[in-house]
Nanobody, 116 residues
Framework: QVQLVESGGGLVQAGGSLKLSCVASGGVFSINHMGWYRQAPGKQRELVAAISSSSSTNYADSVKGRFTISRDNAKNTVYLQMNSLKPEDTAVYYC??????????WGKGTLVTVSS
């Protein structure tokens, strides 16, 4: 059974930085597609960034140039470096794993709050 545990959220001032981590257990990490999603109060969950098993990446337009997703297969970990944070980045951030067969797993989320 795959489990995902996020960490690194917190309170930061606008313009600041945070780095989120997501450690996966169970399964073969390197073959899976990983992503970070977020859900702000009253809004739908949205994709923030994703990285494939070959480390190709894609980003939401709202975070391009500010956020960077990366993965360390030796540590079964995916990261999200968030720079130049804005109040509108405030949300619960969720880690997502998608297997080659399309099965998905979610972490419980980590809260990021950006104050103005």
């Amino acid at each position: 059974q795959v489990q995902l545990v996020e960490s690194g959220g917190g309170l930061v001032q606008a313009g600041g930085s945070l780095k989120l981590s997501c450690v996966a257990s169970g399964g073969v990490f390197s073959i899976n597609h990983m992503g970070w999603y977020r859900q702000a109060p009253g809004k739908q969950r949205e994709l923030v960034a994703a990285i494939s098993s070959s480390s190709s990446t894609n980003y939401a337009d709202s975070v391009k140039g500010r956020f960077t997703i990366s993965r360390d297969n030796a540590k079964n970990t995916v990261y999200l470096q968030m720079n130049s944070l804005k109040p509108e980045d405030t949300a619960v951030y969720y880690c997502n794993l998608r297997t080659p067969l399309g099965r998905e797993y979610w972490g419980k989320g980590t809260l990021v709050t950006v104050s103005s």
